[in-house]
């Protein structure tokens, strides 16, 4: 049987390197399916949520990861989250009718960014990820060998319904372990198992269990598996979230939309859901904010 919506760690007992398999099935259809998206944004946005899990799941950390693009082109917004829990979401906002090679090519028309949110009370981070070879993977695998050096190499695979991906990591500070590995040792594990690696048909990373795909990709290999990490969708919107939408709206805003219309709805643009806020509810939202002149009538 196949595993839905998990992830995998594994490591190599005979040689320095890492990895992860990442496979999503009711999240990616859940997420795909909160917008009328065109079979390239699907593919996209499948292995943008592969990419926000796989790194959540090698940069140790508590809190949300993003990867972020925003653009002034054919590609507007890409958001692909992956909490320290697991829960994954994911948009993308672009014209209509574009092919993969056109949203490619997009990504050379804004900016790219991995971002770290722990929390208000913690650091945040963010960095820039240059766009290479018009392809995710590569640009990701070219952010770790620039800002980490750290040799690291990604495989994704999606169709309509699933999405799948691989990541093969040297292990971090090898070189300076106990074990005294050499670099052109370390460089002579990463090249065979980079090397095998690469033979992965797409169907057999989206079809296979983790432990035939391992297995037959590593015959050679002994390979350690870990406890699988389940992955589900969960979106982080509230009716809070809401009130501070209303809030940043002002307080005119506020009121020419409830004349309009009577209520105001805050739409979650991840999930879809929706948040109605009445003409009480919006002066209550003004009152909290403490303001003398915000009253609404
Ligand atoms: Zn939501």
């Known amino acids: 049987m196949i595993e839905h919506d998990n992830l995998q760690r594994f490591i190599f007992d005979n040689a320095p390197v890492r990895g992860e398999y990442i496979h999503l099935g009711e999240s990616f259809q859940t997420i795909a399916g909160q917008h009328d998206y065109p079979p390239a944004v699907r593919q996209l946005l499948g292995e943008a949520l592969c990419v926000a899990g796989l790194l959540t799941a090698i940069i140790k950390f508590k809190g949300r990861l993003t990867v972020q693009f925003r653009g002034k082109g054919k590609l507007k917004l890409l958001l692909a989250q992956c909490n320290n829990n697991f829960n994954v979401r994911g948009l993308v906002k672009c014209d209509d009718d574009l092919t993969y090679q056109d949203l490619m090519e997009a990504f050379n028309d ?45 495989w994704l695979s999606v169709n309509k319904n699933e999405a799948a991906g691989l990541l093969l990591q040297v292990l971090p500070g090898i070189e300076k372990s106990p074990h005294g590995l050499e670099q052109d040792i370390v460089s002579l594990h990463w090249e065979r198992l980079t090397a095998v690696t690469s033979a992965v048909s797409p169907d057999d990373m989206l079809n296979m269990s983790y432990e035939n795909l391992l297995r037959k990709l590593y015959p050679k290999e002994e ?57 009480v509810d919006v002066a209550a939202v003004f009152a909290k904010k403490g303001s003398s002149e915000t009253h609404l009538h």
């Open 110 to 154: 804004g900016v790219l960014v991995i971002m770290l949110d722990g929390g208000s009370t913690k650091r945040n981070y963010q960095g820039v990820v240059s766009w290479r070879g018009n392809s995710l993977v590569e640009s990701i695998e070219g952010y770790f060998r620039d800002s980490e050096q750290l040799a690291t190499k990604l």
């Open 223 to 279: 390979v350690r598996i870990f406890a699988p990490q389940e992955i589900t969708f969960r979106c982080t919107c509230s009716r809070k979230r809401g009130e501070e939408a209303i809030g940043l709206l002002g307080v005119e805003e506020a009121e020419a939309e409830l004349k309009d219309k009577q209520v105001i709805v805050v739409t979650c643009d991840f999930c879809n859901k929706e948040y109605v806020f009445d003409k």
